[in-house]
């Protein structure tokens, strides 16, 4: 199982930017949650959302809401994170992950497949 997370990049503060969370190797189910985290540089990993994989995204960290949404494309096994509103504080490497669980999973710790990471840098 491979997740292959894309669409980083540098982009000015105000701006938008939709990341890519593609899911090879299997087909994953409503019965799997998926997350989207970042971490910038010397500091934790911190939440941005949590969605059943097959759609239905509720839960948003506080530091997004009203600004980030997510959406899919069952066809292609795929999940993307909209970021509106770019804030220099966004920028971070950007991590999807999937979890055997039910929806929401908030916790890193419970997630059990990994994207490799992309870099979101907004420039003020």
């Known amino acids: 199982v491979q997740l292959q997370a894309s669409g980083g990049g540098l982009v000015q503060a105000g701006g938008s930017l939709r990341l890519s969370c593609a899911a090879s190797?299997?087909?994953?189910?409503?019965?799997?949650?998926m997350g989207w985290f970042r971490q910038a540089r010397g500091k934790e990993r911190e939440f941005v959302t949590t969605c059943r994989w097959s759609g239905g995204c509720t839960y948003y960290a506080d530091s997004v809401k009203g600004r980030f949404t997510t959406s899919r494309d069952n066809a292609k096994n795929t999940v993307y994170l909209q970021m509106n509103s770019l804030k220099p504080e966004d920028t971070a490497v950007y991590y999807c992950?999937?979890?055997?669980?039910?929806?929401?999973?908030?916790?890193?710790?419970?997630?059990?497949?990994w994207g490799q990471g992309t870099q979101v840098t907004v420039s003020s």
């Open positions: 992950a999937a979890a055997p669980k039910s929806y929401p999973v908030i916790a890193g710790k419970d997630y059990d497949y």
């Open positions: 190797g299997r087909t994953f189910s409503s019965r799997y949650a």
